[in-house]
């Protein structure tokens, strides 16, 4: 009795779980090469500035820019000691990114894992 193997392909391997689902958001949030979320935690002006960094978007981003802005229960606008308004979640448009006031990286993750990015 021979043992007959199909070769092994993306879809075999389970790989298409790692796709983006079939969900009705009307917006993508694109893995990396590695199969990871491009969500990055930086810091800047020297340290004082934490923000995070979502990258690969496609789609509605004023859409995503308000589910993030539920799930993290994030205002508006936080207002800084000089009286000015700052965007909680803003939308670079130049290049398609959001950007998150402080480090909000594993909590983005998860509800990315979750909504099936």
Do not use: C
């Amino acid at each position: 009795m021979e043992l007959f193997l199909a070769p092994r392909t993306p879809e075999s391997i389970g790989t298409s779980s790692l796709q983006p689902g079939t969900s009705s958001l009307p917006f993508t949030i694109n893995r990396t090469i590695s199969q990871n979320l491009p969500i990055y935690e930086t810091s800047k002006a020297g340290g004082n500035k934490h923000i995070t960094q979502i990258r690969k978007l496609s789609g509605d981003l004023e859409a995503l820019q308000e589910q993030l802005r539920t799930i993290l229960g994030l205002g508006q606008y936080v207002t800084d000691l000089r009286g000015r308004k700052k965007e909680n979640v803003a939308i670079n448009w130049a290049t398609r990114q959001i950007v998150v006031r402080g480090w909000r990286g594993p909590e983005i993750k998860k509800w990315a894992e979750s909504a099936g990015f």
